[in-house]
C-alpha cells in the first residue's frame, strides 16, 4: 500500500546489487517506498526533478558526474532537498565537502542494515546524521591547511607515476613549479615522501585511483 504520508525515497548508486538490497528494505517499511533509481549523477539529476523525492540517497562515486557535483547541482535548483551520502570510506576531504555541497546525513555501507531506516526516518523529520567514524575523523584534520585545486592536480599526477618534467608539460608550468607545489604537498600532509604523500590524499579522499 502507497499513501501520501510515506517518505519517498530516490536511490542514486551505480552497482545494481546495492540498490536492490537498499530497495527491498526500504520498501519493506510501511513509511517509505522507493520511488525512483538512479546509477549515475547526470540520470539523479532529471530523476530528481520529476519525482521530487522527500530523502535522497547518494553514492559519492559515480559515473560521469561525482555525488559531490551532483549534490551541488541539486541544492542549488531544490535547496530544501535533504540528502544522505552513502559511503564506503570516512575521509574527512571528501566528507567535508559532501557537507559543504548540502549533505544532512551519512551512512556507512558496512553497516547500512543496521542504520538505513533510522537515518531515513531522522533526516525526513529534520535531523543529521554523522556517524562517529566520519566524525573523529573531521575533528582530526580541522583547522590544518588544505590542498589547492593545483596542488591536487599535481598529486593526481604523481599518483600516476608521473615525472615532474612530464606534470610540468601537462600543467603547463616549469619544473621548478611542481617542486614547490611538491613541498606544499608534503607540508601540509606531513608526509615523508611523494608516495606517503599519495597513500594519505587517498586515504583523506583527496583524490581516487
Known amino acids: 500500500m502507497t499513501t501520501d504520508r510515506q517518505i519517498k525515497v530516490l536511490i542514486v548508486d551505480d552497482h545494481p546489487l546495492m540498490r536492490a538490497g537498499i ?3 526500504i520498501n519493506a517499511q510501511r513509511d517509505m517506498r522507493v520511488v525512483a533509481e538512479g546509477a549515475d549523477g547526470e540520470s539523479a539529476i532529471e530523476l530528481f ?8 540517497l547518494m553514492d559519492l562515486k559515480l559515473p560521469h558526474m561525482n555525488g559531490i557535483d551532483c549534490m551541488t547541482i541539486i541544492r542549488t535548483e531544490f535547496r530544501h532537498a535533504r540528502i544522505i551520502v552513502l559511503t564506503s570510506i570516512a575521509g574527512d ?11 544532512v546525513g ?4 558496512d553497516t547500512l542494515r543496521a542504520d538505513l531506516v533510522n537515518t531515513i526516518r531522522l533526516v525526513h523529520a529534520g535531523g543529521r546524521k554523522i ?12 583547522g590544518e591547511d588544505i590542498l589547492s585545486t593545483r596542488e591536487i592536480e599535481v598529486l593526481r599526477c604523481v599518483a600516476r607515476g608521473q615525472s615532474n618534467k612530464i606534470i610540468a608539460d ?9 617542486k614547490n607545489h611538491l613541498k606544499n604537498i608534503l607540508s601540509k600532509l606531513n608526509a615523508d615522501d611523494r608516495t606517503h604523500a599519495v597513500t594519505i590524499a587517498l586515504k583523506r579522499g583527496y583524490i581516487d585511483l
Open 106 to 109: 551519512f551512512l556507512l555501507k
Open 131 to 142: 556517524p562517529e567514524e566520519i566524525a573523529q575523523q573531521i575533528a582530526e584534520h580541522a
Open 170 to 178: 601537462k600543467l603547463t608550468i616549469t619544473e621548478h613549479t611542481v
Open 49 to 56: 526533478r520529476r519525482h521530487l523525492p522527500d530523502i535522497t
Open 23 to 25: 530497495a527491498g528494505e
Open 93 to 103: 576531504v571528501q566528507m567535508t565537502r559532501a557537507f559543504k555541497a548540502g549533505a
